[in-house]
């Protein structure tokens, strides 16, 4: 007997490094939405071969890896994994000891101090606009982690200010298919920023 009941959806992130126009509006909506306080960027925009010929930029935050490398390597097991393959964290156990910013090719955990070690702070990234990690809506955890958008049946509002559609986010088969079908109407191949490294695979034929 087959099953065919669904399975959740993946939750991922695509940038679409053909169409970002370096506008920020990604930066900006994240930070206004969560309240994020100075010095600290959930997203940022990566200007590569910048005043070059082949100039691309790349919105960039948490890929919420598949395997993610930043739990792996935390001494104190403070990230989990959601059922959608989101990657949250809980700053109650997080000591700040940066070995999370060390194995994360993306560089999204983030600290709100830079100086001598042992005094970064807590560890803060993107949740995928869903929170924290116990569901919890109270004050204390928007100051912590956010709005919980998910819960609202909403997609992180970085992806819904982007208006090129260049970031795009939600179910990894999804957007993998949109970007495939981008792919294919320019009539040559490539890969989506940081596919292959954080989901194993690409969206790509």
């Known amino acids: 007997m087959v099953d065919t009941t669904p399975s959740s959806p993946r939750m991922k992130f695509i940038c679409d490094a053909e169409r970002c126009i370096d506008c920020n509006a990604c930066v900006t909506a994240c930070k206004n939405e969560h309240e994020i306080p100075w010095g600290i960027n959930r997203r940022r925009v990566v200007t590569i071969h910048d005043g070059e010929p082949g100039e691309l930029s790349v919105s960039m935050a948490c890929m919420h890896c598949e395997d993610p490398p930043c739990a792996a390597v935390c001494p104190v097991d403070c990230f989990m994994q959601t059922e959608d393959g989101i990657v949250l ?35 803060d990234k993107c949740t995928f606009c869903a929170g924290g990690p116990d569901g919890s809506t109270t004050e204390e955890d928007f100051k912590k982690y956010g709005r919980d ?47 292959s490294t954080a989901y194993k695979n690409t969206p790509t034929p």
């Open 89 to 123: 964290h809980n700053k109650d156990l997080c000591i700040g000891c940066g070995y999370c910013f060390y194995a994360c090719p993306f560089g999204a955990p983030q600290y709100p101090q830079t100086t001598n070690f042992g005094s970064r702070g807590k560890m």
């Open 149 to 195: 958008r998910l819960s609202e049946g909403k997609l992180p509002l970085c992806a819904e200010m982007c208006s090129t559609r260049s970031l795009m986010a939600g179910d990894g088969k999804t957007i993998g298919e949109i970007y495939r079908e981008r792919v294919l109407r320019r009539g040559y191949g490539s890969e989506a920023f940081g596919w």
